[in-house]
């Protein structure tokens, strides 16, 4: 899998005076079903967080609140996705480093993932994802 399967997804919106509304339904909104869900928060502004990548999980970031990048890096390419509203997401397939940078103060990163947290699945050295891309060919 490489870069160009990382993509933002639109989701649906149920528009109401009284409040919007976004629902997201495993493996039919988003390509996979959802075993985890994860949130972060109180980060400080301009904060970063991420630095590592997953062997085989998949996950689905939304900005719930607030605002933030996510840079994707597959091992031969990068790519960098803004993220400031609630009804769309990006998509991260395995083996990407992913960085999550420029929160903006009070943002909420909800992260949707495949399976149960595992740290097996986790790479956090960066040169050793390089040399696992190389051996995946
Ligand atoms: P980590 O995935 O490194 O956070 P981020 O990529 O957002 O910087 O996780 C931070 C810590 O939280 C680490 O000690 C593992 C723990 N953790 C869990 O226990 N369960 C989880 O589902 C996640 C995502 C992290």
Redesign the pocket.
């Known amino acids: 899998m490489g870069i160009e399967q990382a993509r933002i997804i639109n989701l649906r919106k149920m528009s109401d005076p009284k409040g919007n509304l976004t629902p997201i339904e495993g493996g039919d909104d988003i390509p996979f079903e959802i075993r985890?869900v994860?949130y972060?928060y109180d980060i400080p502004g301009g904060e970063t967080?991420?630095w590592?990548a997953h062997v085989h999980l998949q996950q689905f970031i939304i900005a719930t609140s607030g605002s933030f990048d996510v840079v994707l890096d597959d091992g031969k390419g990068r790519a960098s996705f803004f993220l400031n509203r609630s009804y769309y997401g990006l998509y991260v397939p395995p083996m990407m480093w992913r960085d999550?940078a420029n929160f903006s103060s009070g943002s909420v990163c909800l992260v949707l993932a495949s399976d149960h947290?595992n740290e097996a699945d986790y790479i956090r050295d960066y040169e050793d994802f390089l040399g696992a891309v190389r051996r995946q060919g």
């Open positions: 985890r994860y972060t967080r991420g590592h999550l947290y």
